[in-house]
């Protein structure tokens, strides 16, 4: 039976795998935890509270695993991102750069990491892994989260050159759907949107700008099906992939498809004094069909009535 690691099993992605594998026979599930506490109705996981910028704790945690998912990470919100981004460059660098000298020092025979598509250029045109081109300035807001993503892409590919762990590097979208953040602070456009419709009281939400910008979003569940279907089909030691719907949705079709979805009447209101930048990004999966047969199985109508009736459920 092989031992599976889940890196930050607390947060939103983490906790959605942990929910997938934790049910699954084939695999024991270690999972780490560092400010929130473990989730103690996952009563067959073995959890770790383990700051993973500690070399020492890192080498432990990694003794007797498999597979690695490496979805922890320091985050927070846009506030920090403008005033301290060297928070989320130093800490993830440091803390990536531990795991995956220590998965090559164990033997680990797979580590899956989610980077992000914040280092691709706007597009009216679906952009392919070859699309990004390391010339080209990152938008200055994600300067360096984008180039410390890019730098950790080169890890894993340097660190599968030893042919002894694959590495799988995921481009994702825009991801939603249970566990994720519903806060207006913190929460993303599709969360905090959902959040402002079903807690309207005067039947008018908000929208920054015209609505025109685009963007890929895809469903979490699909996310977690692609990162299976990677573990069990990669036969190379590393590979990149973009994962997303493969589709441009409108902010405004997307706010007008929650209200419909919520069964709620309501005005929308464009206030056009917030910025607003027009464009388009969506991802070219075809890579990710050819080699493990993985597409999205989720519309976006879909995603948004699983996603709705889960927040009902679930959030107070």
Known sequence: MKTILICGATGFIGRNLLEYY???NEYKVRAT???RPKIEEYKNVEWVNADLRNPEIVKDVLNGIDIVLQFAATTSGSKDILSKPYIHVTDNAVMNS???RECYEQNVKHFVFPSCTVMYQPSPNALSEN??????EIFPTYFGV???KVYIEKMCNFFSRFER???TVIRHSNIYGPYDKYDLEKSHMLGA???KVLKSTDGIINVWGTGEEARDLLYVDDLVNFIDKAINNQNSFYELFNVGLGKAIKVKEIVNKIILHSNKEMKINHDLTKPTIPTSLFLDCTKSKNLLNWEPETDIDSGIIKTITWYLQNIK
């Open 165 to 167: 762990t694959k590495h």
């Open 98 to 100: 531990l795991i995956l």
């Open 193 to 195: 949107t959902i959040t």
């Open 131 to 136: 699309d990004f081109n390391g010339d080209d």
């Open 22 to 24: 934790s049910k699954k």
């Open 33 to 35: 935890h560092f400010k």
């Open 146 to 148: 984008g180039n410390t």
